[in-house]
T-cell receptor, first 111, second 115 residues
């Protein structure tokens, strides 16, 4: 189906482990984004990408790594998970005009 | 000062009434403005966008933009219980022909439409 999909939908991991969240879009949008959403903070941008092989930091990039070898995929890796990274993570994509469309989200719990 | 500010609510309105949601932003370079609706446990869904000063209407929704006052609002006419959700305001420095530059979000206003 066309759209933007995230996997997994739910993930529980232990402190210190590496975990990768996947994001795939079928629209061929140039721009892709990773946000985290926490109570009291709203949506905060972690990383974004303007095209394949072009990525840039957002507001809260520490502890995260991204890559974009193909236009349609934008995985987010937590190199060594911490409890403060427990959150809901949203991937989004957009084309002209800044209109962004979101995936279903990944609820990550770090124990 | 937060870049995009919204009253967290909850804003309670009776069914059939007009709900008015407000948003202010600090970056005068902002060019495009968006309203997203987010149901509990779901992802944000784009419902309105506006690039020029004035009003933009789409069905029961009207977005209003006043760049001089750095103010964006969303009016929901004939509010329904299904409109109960959190409404997120977002701004972007890119205009209508610009690329998908990053959005800055407010923390959202919770709307409750009561029977």
């Amino acid at each position: 189906d066309a759209g933007i999909t995230q996997s997994p939908r739910y993930k529980i991991t232990e402190t210190g482990r590496q975990v990768t969240l996947m994001c795939h879009q079928t629209w061929s949008h140039s721009y892709m984004f990773w946000y985290r959403q926490d109570l009291g903070h709203g949506l905060r941008l972690i990383y974004y990408s303007a095209a394949a092989d072009i990525t840039d930091k957002g507001e809260v990039p520490d502890g995260y790594v991204v890559s974009r070898s193909k236009t349609e995929n934008f995985p987010l890796t937590l190199e060594s998970a911490t409890r403060s990274q427990t959150s809901v993570y949203f991937c989004a994509s957009s084309e002209s005009g800044g209109k962004a469309f979101f995936g279903q989200g990944t609820r990550l719990t770090v124990v | 000062q937060k870049e995009v500010e919204q009253n967290s609510g909850p804003l309670s309105v009776p069914e059939g009434a007009i709900a008015s949601l407000n948003c202010t932003y600090s970056d005068r370079g902002s060019q495009s403005f968006f309203w997203y609706r987010q149901y509990s446990g779901k992802s944000p869904e784009l419902i309105m966008f506006i690039y020029s000063n004035g009003d933009k209407e789409d069905g029961r929704f009207t977005a209003q933009l006043n760049k001089a006052s750095q103010y964006v609002s969303l009016l929901i006419r004939d509010s329904q219980p299904s409109d109960s959700a959190t409404y997120l305001c977002a701004v972007n420095r890119e205009g209508v022909t610009g690329g998908g530059n990053k959005l800055t979000f407010g923390t959202g206003t919770q709307l409750k439409v009561e029977l």
